[in-house]
């Protein structure tokens, strides 16, 4: 059964997602050496959203109510975003 044909899936999204991507780029503004390409960055992010739990929401409404995360998920996040930069940065997927 293909679900994509019978459902709009438009509206499931993993907040931390966007969480990540925020914290990511304080960590660039304060760090240049970062590597900026495409394959960094979406490694960072994959490697940090594998490492912390998903917030998904479900609806338009959800959206417009989104609670905020407490200090200790922030804190993980903050870790797990770090902890994938030096990953990446100490082995990058391109040459």
Known sequence: M???NLYSFDYLINESEELVKEALGKEMEKDNTICDCQDCILDIMGL???N???LYKTSLKGSLYTTVPDAKYV?????AVKL????VKDNPSHS
């Open 84 to 87: 994938a930069i030096k990953k």
């Open 2 to 4: 293909d679900l994509n």
């Open 52 to 54: 912390i739990k998903p």
């Open 75 to 79: 804190e993980t996040l903050n870790k």
């Open 48 to 50: 940090a959203l594998n």
